[in-house]
């Protein structure tokens, strides 16, 4: 596996290729394999930070038929069968930006002890957030909240859907903007990804225990 490099345009513009099977052979060919390299990169960190061993999942967008992806994405989670049931990491890319999130998201069994566990914590993990990252609700959109708008109102109305809406998620993390010279230069854009990840072991170890 070559090492990353650092992203350039042509990384962003391959969401504006026209067409499933188009759009679906560049990202096989030039996206995923910057995403695998990454997160084989920080595999051994996130394993050494939480304790336990994390393997590499990328994103396939098998069940796709008809629209082509908007994003796409690298996981990191402590089984090599899967890891949408699991609380995880990802490292991922919109035409914006790049991602780099912990995520609960719907299929996992854990979303109302972890929303639980949540409220018993508000005030210690909001202040352990830094005010440059953002939640979202939905992986599925590139919309999120950033940490530094969030109120006590707004925080409790996405732990409650967490808690008792079937289809609900919580991530959080850093959002890159596709312009931002960090995603140009590969060992730089490491050290924020294993940065990110450190302040975000908390929320993992929470949903972990959950």
């Not at 990202?27 to 695998?36: A, G, N």
């Not at 992806?69 to 402590?78: R, S």
């Not at 109302?112 to 939640?135: C, G, Y």
Request: proline letters at 6%; a negative charge.
């Amino acid at each position: 596996m070559e090492r990353f490099n650092g992203f350039t345009d042509k990384d962003f513009d391959v969401f504006t290729i026209p067409g499933l099977e188009e759009r679906m052979e560049v990202l096989r060919s030039q996206v995923s394999p910057k995403l695998e390299a990454i997160a084989a990169e920080l595999a051994p960190d996130v394993t050494a930070l939480t304790g336990d061993e994390m393997f590499v999942h990328v994103a396939k967008h098998a069940r796709r038929t008809k629209n082509p992806p908007e994003d796409t994405w690298a996981a990191l989670a402590n089984n090599n069968r899967g890891y949408k049931k699991l609380p995880h990491f990802q490292i991922g890319l919109w035409e914006t930006h790049v991602f780099v999130w912990f995520a609960v998201i719907y299929e996992s069994p854990v979303k109302q002890d972890f929303a639980k566990a949540i409220k018993k914590e508000d005030n210690q993990i909001r202040k352990e957030i830094p005010e440059d990252f953002v939640w979202s609700i939905d992986h599925t959109k590139p919309d999120a909240l950033p940490q530094k708008e969030l109120t006590d109102e707004k925080f409790s109305e996405m732990v409650d859907r967490l808690e008792n809406v079937k289809k609900a998620e919580l991530l959080c993390g850093l959002n890159i903007d596709r312009n931002d010279p960090i995603l140009k230069d590969a060992d730089k854009f490491l050290a924020r990804c294993k940065a990110t990840f450190e302040t975000l072991e908390p929320l993992y170890r929470m949903a972990k225990q959950a």
